[in-house]
């Protein structure tokens, strides 16, 4: 599925670094998310943005900090992160947030904290 | 507290045979449900989902799943494995109020042996 790219596949980093993540959406949803993804653990629901406004925040750290200029663009800033921070970030689009609604995946930006 | 559950981590299944994936969950209101697939180095992809109605939905590649009320289940099933069926499966719900999350599950692994 190429709906919803995100960039780069792959980015290691020092704690000391600045990075961002991006994810573009083709599908025209009005929806995006973040989610962190570690082995054995479900999927971590990290940001939710509706019509370019962010809608949930679950206690994610200051570190991580997100942006959605439009509706077709997500990013993901990153600063001073730790090495519990090393996961695959996944970026996702639905059509609007109507709860019968699935959301599409992009194939993840596997980040890796030195 | 939304919550779901796949009780075991992996799954193996001869090709051919029927396999199941099981997944319970725990909700306060009308859960609507999903089935995610990912396959390596891949995003999630949407398998199927029980909004209301029929209690067995049919979704991509073959699958069904069972909603089951009373025993709070959601199991996804195939009739006749296929090896490129092999993947990580998550289980998923969402409620009708309260937050706007989408609770997965912690994932099973199935294998589908030649």
């Known amino acids: 599925e190429t709906g919803v790219t995100q960039t780069p596949r792959h980015l290691v980093m020092g704690m000391t670094n600045k990075k961002s993540l991006k994810c573009e959406q083709h599908?025209?949803?009005?929806?995006m998310y973040w989610y962190k993804q570690s082995a054995k653990k479900p999927l971590e629901l990290m940001f939710v943005?509706?019509?370019?406004?962010?809608?949930e925040n679950n206690s994610v750290p200051s570190r991580f900090s997100p942006e959605c200029p439009n509706s077709s663009h997500l990013f993901l800033h990153l600063h001073t992160l730790q090495p519990e921070d090393s996961a695959l970030y996944l970026c996702?689009?639905?059509?609007?947030?109507?709860?019968?609604?699935?959301?599409?995946f992009g194939d993840g930006t596997r980040l890796s904290i030195l | 507290a939304q919550s779901v559950a796949q009780p075991e981590d992996q799954v193996n299944v001869a090709e051919g045979n029927p396999l199941t994936v099981k997944c319970t969950y725990s909700?306060?209101?009308?859960?609507?449900l999903f089935w995610y697939v990912q396959y390596p180095n891949r995003g999630l992809q949407f398998l199927l989902k029980?909004?209301?109605?029929?209690?067995l939905v049919k979704g991509s590649y073959g699958f069904e799943a069972e909603f089951n009320k009373s025993q709070t289940s959601f199991h996804l099933k195939k009739p006749s494995a296929l090896v490129s069926d092999s993947a990580l499966y998550f289980c998923?719900?969402?409620?009708?109020?309260?937050?706007?999350?989408?609770?997965f599950g912690t994932g099973t692994r199935l294998t589908v042996i030649p």
């Open positions: 996702a689009s639905s059509q609007d947030q109507g709860f019968n609604q699935p959301q599409h």
């Open positions: 599908l025209g949803h009005n929806a």
């Open positions: 909700v306060s209101g009308n859960p609507y």
């Open positions: 029980y909004i209301t109605g029929d209690n």
């Open positions: 943005y509706s019509l370019e406004e962010r809608v």
């Open positions: 998923a719900v969402r409620v009708e109020t309260g937050a706007n999350n989408l609770f």
